[in-house]
């Protein structure tokens, strides 16, 4: 047995949220594409067969009120909260990122001029500064934003910013984690910069939540974003959710205005009047179903510190890198995230030049992580249900692919 074999067992063993593992419906299979689609915990079943069978089935619409439907957007964002470092009352939960991504950054334009009604910005900030290496999705829809608000958008990437910052600079969407690399940005000294230029600072949690600390109050983080279906195990297509900074919310002028977020909703005025708080973030009507299999994952968070995640995930993430350097031929992969473990978020990207054909292989053995194209293996960590035997076999089983 290898000193490899043997560390993996000695960490499993003293590992304390290796509990965690149970609640989820796992097999034999090493699952590293938490980064992209979270495990199933096994509270949901249950909870959306009661969904289905008695909210829906028998009591039908009574549910709005008796099954709490109406309050879940604001119920599951104040869940979400403390993993994010939030006070209760600052997050929505319903649409996706996209949506919210949206709604977040024209917010954001709106805030940054003396008028948060005027369509066009105002007051010489015409600028919005989007992260060069984002997701794509989040590029397009600045793009729009800019239009639609009459900014000019400009990529730059996140060491670029505090440079690129001026007295033009409205809002600034970055990513805390980039979704190719798994590096990790400096929310904390990025936010103060663009609050000394006066601008709003808007964040892409998606790859974050759930993995390490965030600490949106702690740093003043304006507005922010995040999906549910990664690390948080949600479902596919699970509700995101919109974090609005808790002074800032009676001046947040959403750019989709609907009755759910109106201050009568059922009052069916012609004439639109925003809620107080964060349900100014609500659109439409809640996609119930996702919504509540979203309440019955996060139990598994129940008594989990954060910070015990992040800890853990760093273990999980250096034993990787260990184990790759051991098992792996020299030369045949190149790590593209970053050694400092305050720049490493909890995925390991490596570049190898037949990664597609890498990927496939591993899955066919049982390690399941994802290509990103052209040429990156990707990796994701979930602290509550990935141990450090599944590391060690998935770098094992990688540098015997790699050898073949």
């Given amino acids: 047995m290898s000193e490899l074999i043997v560390r993996a067992g000695e960490l499993d063993a003293s590992d304390e949220l290796a509990g965690s593992r149970k609640q989820f419906v796992l097999d034999e299979v090493v699952y590293l594409d938490g980064n992209s689609l979270g495990a199933l915990p096994t509270a949901v079943p249950g909870r959306v067969d009661d969904v289905v069978r008695r909210q829906w089935g028998e009591l039908r619409i009574r549910s709005w009120d008796e099954s709490g439907w109406w309050t879940a957007p604001e119920r599951i ?4 909260a403390p993993l994010v470092g939030a006070a209760a009352g600052q997050i ?22 003396p008028s948060e009604t005027s369509e066009q910005s105002s007051g010489g900030r015409d600028e919005i500064l989007v992260d060069a290496t984002t997701f794509p999705t989040d590029g397009y829809i600045a793009g729009s934003a800019a239009r639609m608000t009459g900014c000019t ?7 670029e910013v505090p440079g690129a910052l001026s007295g033009r600079t409205a809002a600034v969407l970055l990513n805390h984690v980039d979704y190719r690399t798994g590096r990790l940005h400096d929310l904390p000294g990025l936010t103060a910069a663009v609050h000394a230029a006066g601008a709003v600072a808007v964040w892409d949690l998606c790859h974050s939540a759930g993995a390490l600390p965030v600490g949106l109050d702690e740093h003043g983080v304006d507005l ?28 947040f002028d959403s750019p989709l205005p609907g009755w759910n977020s109106h201050a009568e909703p059922f009052g069916m005025r012609s004439e639109y009047a925003p809620a107080g708080g964060a349900l100014r973030g609500r659109v439409g009507t809640p996609d119930i179903l996702s919504m509540l299999a979203l309440e019955a994952a996060l139990d598994v968070w129940d008594g989990v510190p954060i910070e015990a995640v992040r800890a853990k995930s760093l273990a999980l993430t250096d034993f990787f890198l260990e184990c790759v350097r051991e098992y792996v031929p020299a030369g045949r992969v190149e790590s593209l995230t970053p050694v400092a473990h305050e720049e490493r978020g909890s995925q390991v990207a490596l570049r190898c030049a037949d990664a597609a054909d890498v990927m496939k292989r591993l899955i066919e053995r049982g390690v399941v992580g994802d290509f990103r194209r052209p040429d990156v ?28």
């Fill in 153 to 159: 958008l400009r990529p730059v990437t996140p060491a």
């Fill in 224 to 251: 922010a974003v995040g999906c549910t279906y990664k690390y948080l195990n949600g479902g596919p297509g699970s509700p995101a959710y919109l974090y609005v900074r808790g002074d800032l919310q009676d001046r």
């Fill in 77 to 80: 964002g104040d869940r979400i």
């Fill in 377 to 404: 293996l990707r990796f994701g960590f979930t602290p509550l249900y990935v141990g450090f035997a599944d590391v060690e076999r998935a770098a094992r089983v990688l540098g015997e692919t790699l050898a073949g």
């Fill in 92 to 113: 929505v939960v319903g649409d996706s990122t996209s949506v919210n991504v949206f709604k977040a950054l024209v917010g954001a334009v709106r805030l940054s001029g």
